[in-house]
Structures are given as structure tokens and as C-alpha cells.
């Protein structure tokens, strides 16, 4: 073995594993009582799960995992070893996390967030008003990395409108989503689009690259069905948006000049800078508009009186750390407003951390390249390897009731498979997006869709079919896969 394939010391003894293989149902095990805890937890704490006892599932998942390698003689070093490993490989993407959190905050105080918000919401009218809402949701979800907040705030004021129009809430609201995951997918912003390259093995900015060939045709689609719908359904009143835009104006300086923040970063990832050099350069323009376009409101954040060096700095320094709100006069918009910096990053952090510690012992223990071997014996084909990952994560949105567990736990467990199979990563992490992140929305008893039909006043039933971009996404991933389009191969590509 050469000096430069030659395994790390605390991993010369990996041969355990390979001398003593675990059975199928050993290796299952360990998934199977952390999908029924998680499951329970879900249920009992609601969206409060994902506030540590979630996490902490994950850590009795890996006991659980840790114990059945005791019983098949695998050393505890060897096994923290591997969790070791896991969690030093998504160095990369905490780090990236905790940019992104920066971004958000300055990108809020200088009005870029604000800005893309404004010009989004004056391309209002009758006739385009669904397809108009798909893509002002979109711009705002982008914008803010967040469908949560999205919905929250502008999807509540354009559900209002579109019951003043005389249109269907079902439909507003089937639109309003729409718009507000396609944009969450395709964030670098967004919590979960960080998360999937990081369980996936893969990379931020080459995953969105990536996912642009089966998102773009979806919202296609999606934009089409809506403005077909739009010239043929009987709306009445206008779409009055005056308020909304009035108290925008009133609270920040809204200018074409923002954008340029926003164009310097998306050139920097074409021309394929480090992504955290991009999202750090982007943080600090960012900050330098604030304090030139938005004065009183760094000073505001700063707690000063007047702008000087301490109230900038201590204001944009709190805009990047913590939690930073921007009051205004209309209260739906406060919630639109407002930023958790690189503190909101946090707790994606401590749950990516503690998936690893499972998937880490998982490893150790020879369970995961176990379950690998069955995949790929009982998928056969490329195809049925994609099927099948969209069928666990669909599972796990309906029984676990979570969307990061619906990308943590089939990411965790497929990756070895996508790897044995010659595919790159940004294939898992695709697929995880596609059919885990989008369609939590669609489950009633799911965190998402039970926030979404409570945050709107519509229920799931009601929007499920105008949800088209939730729904589609996970076919248009499986046709791709079905017709072997875009299935980016490994480099060097490895026999199974």
C-alpha cells in the first residue's frame, strides 16, 4: 500500500468489518428503532423537534447502532473513529452554514432582501396573478432561504388578495408554495439545500448547480398549468399591494443600486470561486451597503443615537451573529424582517453533527455497506436505485414526519450505494431535494404541512393538487433517472 492510500493509524484495524459481516436484519435494526423514535417525538413535540430532542434521537439511534457492533465484537475506537471521520468531512459545509447565516443578516440591514421583495410584488395582476405568486414567492424564498417565512408573511397577504379576486384558496395557496420551494431548493441560503450535499457527500454550489436540470423544468411546468388557469378562471376587484409596498418604502431605502451585492456573488460562483470566499465576500458588500444605504438602521441595531464607528460596528456585528429584527409599522411584515445570522445556523449544525455520530457508528459497525449490498442486489438498475431513494424519503416524511429527517436518514443510508454505483454525489443529493424537501409540504401530519395549512387558512386537501412543483419534483427527478439524463458519474469511477 502506498504512503499516500495508506489508512490513518486508528483505522488499521478496519478488517473486523470486513471479516465479520453483519445480516441484513442486524444491520437494519438500528433504522428501523430510530425511525419509530423519531416518529414518537415528532408527534409529541410537533415543530418543537427540531429544538434538540430530535437531535439527541439521533444520538440513542447511534447507541442503538453501537450496541449491536458490541455484539459483533467491533471495537468502541473503531467506531468513534468513524464518527470522527464523518464529522470532519462535513468541515466544508458547517463552515458554509455558519457564512450563510452572516449573509442573510447583512443582506436583510443593507435592503437587499427588502428590495428583491418590493420590485417582486408590483408585477401583480388579475390575469397573471397565480403564475405572478410562484414567482414572487420564488424571489422572496431565494432571497430568504426560507418557505417558512415566506408563507408567513407575503404567501399570507397573497392569499388575502387572491380570496379578493374571487379566486380559489386552494389554488392561491398551491401557488404561493410552489413558488416558495422551488426558491427554498434553490437558496444557498436555505437550511435544507445545505444540509442535502452535506449528508449526500457533495458540494453547495455544484448541488444547486445540479438540481437546476430537473427544478427548472418542474417550475415550468408549473408556471404554465397557472397561467392557463389564470385566462381561464373569472376574477373580480384588483390586486391592491399599496400598503404592503408603502410600508417597505417607509422602512428602508429601496434602490436598483442593492442588486449589485447580490450580481457579485452569483458571477463569483459562475466563474467557480470557493464558495465560502463568495458567501464571504457577499457578507461584506453587504455590510458596506448598510451602512451607506441604510444608516439609521445600523444604528438602530448598533444602539446608538447617531452613526459612528462603534454603533456601525456593533450593529452590522449583530446583524451577521444574532438574531436581528427590523421593526415596521405593518406587524405581518416584522416576521419578513428579521434575521437569526449565523446563531439561526446553529441547530442545522447540531442536527447535521449528531447524524453523523449515527451514520459514523453505523459505518464502524458494517451496517450501512451492508444495507448497500442489498440495494444494489435489489436495485437492479440505476433507475431503481433513484426509485428507491425516493421511496424512502416519501416514507419517512409520512412516518417520521420531518423533512430534514426525510433527507438526513435515506442520505446517510445511500450514499455508499450512489458511490458503488459510479454516481457522483450531487445524483443523492438531488434526488434528497426533489422528493424529500418538496414534498413534506403535501403530508397533513407533517411539520410542513401542518405549519403551511395553519400559517394560510387552507388545508392540505385544499391545495394539494395546485402544489404543482411539490408534487412533480420527484416525478421529474425519476424520469430523468428513467431516461439516464444528467446522471453526473464519479471521476474516478468505482466498480461495485
Not at 447511534?62 to 467491533?74: Q, R
Not at 417550475?219 to 408603502?246: E, N, P, R, Y
Not at 463569483?268 to 470561486?273: E, N
Amino acid at each position: 500500500m502506498s504512503e499516500k492510500t495508506k489508512k490513518p493509524k486508528y483505522r488499521e484495524n478496519e478488517q473486523i468489518i470486513e471479516n465479520k459481516e453483519l445480516n441484513i436484519w442486524e444491520a437494519l435494526l438500528p433504522v428501523f428503532v430510530l425511525v419509530g423514535m423519531l416518529a414518537y417525538n415528532v408527534y409529541v413535540f410537533g415543530d418543537d423537534a427540531l429544538s434538540g430532542s430530535n437531535q439527541f434521537i439521533l444520538l440513542l439511534g447511534g447507541a442503538v447502532a453501537a450496541i449491536v457492533g458490541f455484539l459483533n465484537k467491533v471495537s468502541y475506537k473503531q467506531m468513534i473513529a468513524e464518527v470522527a471521520e464523518n464529522v470532519r468531512s462535513t468541515t466544508g459545509a458547517l463552515l458554509i452554514l455558519l457564512m450563510v447565516g452572516a449573509l442573510s443578516g447583512t443582506w436583510l440591514v443593507s435592503g437587499i432582501i427588502p428590495a428583491m421583495i418590493y420590485y417582486g410584488l408590483q408585477i401583480l395582476n388579475p390575469t397573471i396573478f397565480l403564475a405572478a405568486c410562484v414567482i414572487i414567492c420564488a424571489i422572496i424564498s431565494i432571497a430568504t432561504g426560507s418557505s417558512w417565512t415566506t408563507a408567513a408573511t407575503v404567501g399570507i397577504a397573497l392569499v388575502g388578495i387572491g380570496e379578493a379576486l374571487g379566486i380559489s384558496l386552494g389554488m392561491t395557496a398551491g401557488a404561493v408554495l410552489s413558488g416558495a420551494y422551488f426558491g427554498d431548493k434553490l437558496s444557498p441560503l436555505s437550511d435544507t439545500t445545505n444540509l442535502a450535499p452535506a449528508m449526500a457527500g457533495g458540494e453547495l454550489f455544484s448541488h444547486i448547480k445540479y438540481m437546476t436540470w430537473t427544478t427548472i423544468p418542474t417550475i415550468s411546468v408549473t408556471l404554465i398549468v397557472f397561467i392557463i388557469l389564470g385566462f381561464t378562471i373569472d376574477t373580480s376587484g384588483v390586486a391592491d399591494t399599496d400598503a404592503i409596498l408603502s410600508t417597505i418604502d417607509n422602512t428602508f431605502n429601496i434602490n436598483g443600486w442593492l442588486f449589485l451585492v447580490p450580481i457579485a456573488v452569483i458571477f463569483m460562483i459562475v466563474k467557480k470561486a470557493p464558495p465560502l470566499l463568495a458567501l464571504l465576500i457577499g457578507t461584506l458588500l453587504g455590510a458596506v451597503f448598510a451602512l451607506v444605504f441604510q444608516p439609521e438602521i445600523i444604528t438602530t441595531i448598533g444602539g446608538g443615537t447617531s452613526l459612528d464607528f462603534e454603533s456601525s460596528y456593533k450593529g452590522i456585528l449583530n446583524a451577521i451573529t444574532i438574531n436581528t429584527s427590523i421593526e415596521t409599522s405593518d406587524p405581518a411584515l416584522n416576521d419578513l424582517f428579521s434575521s437569526k445570522g449565523m446563531s439561526g445556523m446553529l441547530g442545522t449544525i447540531w442536527l447535521i453533527v449528531c447524524a453523523m455520530v449515527f451514520g459514523g457508528i453505523m459505518d464502524g459497525i458494517g451496517a450501512l455497506e451492508r444495507i448497500t449490498k442489498s440495494l444494489l442486489v435489489m436495485a437492479k438498475t440505476t433507475f431503481g436505485l433513484f426509485a428507491s431513494t425516493v421511496g424512502s424519503c416519501l416514507a419517512l416524511n409520512v412516518t417520521a414526519s420531518d423533512q430534514y429527517l426525510a433527507i438526513v436518514v435515506p442520505g446517510k443510508m445511500f450514499s455508499k450505494a450512489y458511490e458503488e454505483r459510479g454516481l457522483a454525489p450531487e445524483n443523492l443529493s438531488r434526488t434528497l431535494e426533489d422528493s424529500g424537501t418538496v414534498t413534506s409540504v403535501l403530508v397533513p401530519w407533517n411539520t410542513c404541512g401542518a405549519y403551511h395549512s395553519g400559517v394560510l387558512g387552507v388545508s392540505v386537501a385544499e391545495y394539494f393538487v395546485y402544489a404543482i412543483f411539490n408534487w412533480l419534483s420527484p416525478i421529474m427527478t425519476l424520469l430523468f433517472a428513467a431516461l439516464g439524463i444528467k446522471l453526473k458519474q464519479l471521476t474516478n469511477k468505482i466498480e461495485a
